[in-house]
């Protein structure tokens, strides 16, 4: 590790101690995420395009699911962030990822509302990309290395995945993660929260709210689970791996 890594981690690490000196300055502590800002744009907010058709991922993944989560539920996301941040201009040039990432440090009376929705608008993000249409259908490059050193195979990797999303109980997501020391591991939060909130970078992100499946799937999360996980578009995956890397 380098000396300018070294400063990050420090950086991160100790945030928390910030807290005593105000919101903002906080935040503007947060150099590290910085790379994901430029992607993801700032206040106020847009629904970026589904980047491919609605039925792209027919027949595994159903076109009205698709079409009611980007343009409704997504969409919903953004426009009640934006509302919220309308009064609240000492918090506009942060981006998705630092308010997603810090919202403990927000202002009491927006804090939840930043929270689930700048969660959301990140979360969903991710999430498009990774099910782009075509692709790999298996780890490649430096993931795949790393998926054999975290997990050992890439099934080993899946089992890990299905258990987090089928038990999550409620609304959330699971998770691939990396750390700051450069390892995966899975993990899963509740409603919207970012693993960002908790120092880790997300790489690959199941959506397992019932808005996600219902309409296809009904009751049967774990079936809509393993379509996911059948439609993932690994050389997307490879770009968020070195994305994630990039900020450690
Ligand atoms: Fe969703």
Known sequence: MNRRQVIRLSLL????????IGPVRALARTLPLS??????????????????????????????????????????AVANLNTVLKDQPELHRLGLAELAAHYAQLPETVRETIRNNAGSSLNHQLFWRILQPG???QPIATLKEAIQIAFASLENLQTKL?????????????????????????????NQDSPLAQGLIPVL???????????????????YVKAVLASLNWTQLEVEYLKAKALI
């Open 35 to 76: 790379n994901f800002e430029n992607e993801l744009g700032r206040y106020p907010f847009a629904l970026p395009s589904l980047p491919y058709a609605n039925d792209a991922l027919e027949p595994v993944l159903d076109a009205q699911t698709f079409d009611l989560h980007h343009n409704k539920h997504h969409a919903a």
């Open 135 to 137: 692709g790999a259908k």
């Open 162 to 190: 299905t258990d987090a999303a089928n038990k999550r109980f409620g609304s959330g997501w699971a998770w691939m993660v990396l750390d700051a020391q450069g390892k995966l591991s899975v993990i899963s939060t509740a």
């Open 205 to 223: 992100g199941i959506d397992v709210w019932e808005h996600a499946y219902y309409l296809k799937f009904q009751n049967r999360r774990a079936d």
């Open 13 to 20: 690490g100790t945030l928390a101690a910030y807290t005593g």
